[in-house]
Every structure is written in C-alpha cells, then in structure tokens.
C-alpha cells in the first residue's frame, strides 16, 4: 500500500470515527430535548466538549431561578438538571423579599 493510499485510508477512518460520534451526540441530544425541552430547557453540545441547558428569558417571578446548566458529558447534564428541578419544587427556593429588592440596591441607591 502506499503512503498516499495508507493516509487516505486514515482519514476516511477519522471520518467515520467523527460522524459516529456526530450521530451519539445527536442521540443523546434528542433525549434530553425530549425529557427537559417541554419545562423550558434548550440543550446545547458545545465544540469544547461541553453540555449546557439554557432556559429563559426569566419571568420577574423566577428570576432568582437557575437558568443555566453545564456539564462534562449528558449524563452528568441529566443529574444536575433534575437536582435543579428538585430544588424549584422544594418549599422555600425563593429568596427572601428583601434579598429580591437587594438585588437593585444599587439603581435604586442611585435613583434616590
């Protein structure tokens, strides 16, 4: 075989190697969409390697509220959004009121 046969050989390896990964990130994509996409959540696989749920513009009420989630693989996304869920339906996720107002301490400091 040879050099020239042999590395194209190698690329059209990575290739294949490349668009198998493309389709298990798509699949593992879909299944998240389809668990958290109807509660708000967009998912998205960055070229770092990376997964992220995003979720928003947040209403007024639920701005103290989680609106983003990143993990090292699907899996890891998958536990820490449920963990996120979990918490927004435990009694009491809400800050106080004054720690909402405290928020715009200093535009209101500067209104005044």
């Known amino acids: 075989m040879s050099t020239t046969q042999h590395r194209v050989g190698a690329q059209l390896h990575q290739a294949a190697k490349d668009a ?4 298990d ?3 593992l994509k879909e299944q998240l969409r389809a668990e958290f996409g109807p509660r708000g959540w967009s998912i998205v696989y960055s070229s770092a390697g990376r997964w992220w749920a995003f979720r928003g513009p947040m209403k007024a009420d639920r701005v103290n ?3 983003d989630v990143d993990a090292g693989s699907a899996e890891e996304l998958r536990e820490r959004l449920l963990v996120v869920e979990a918490d927004m339906k435990s009694p009491g996720r ?4 004054d720690e909402d107002r405290s ?3 200093p535009w209101d400091a500067a209104r005044t």
């Open 25 to 27: 990130v798509m699949e």
């Open 94 to 97: 809400h800050a106080a009121p």
């Open 103 to 105: 928020l715009f301490a």
């Open 65 to 67: 509220e989680t609106s």
């Open 20 to 23: 198998q990964r493309i389709a």
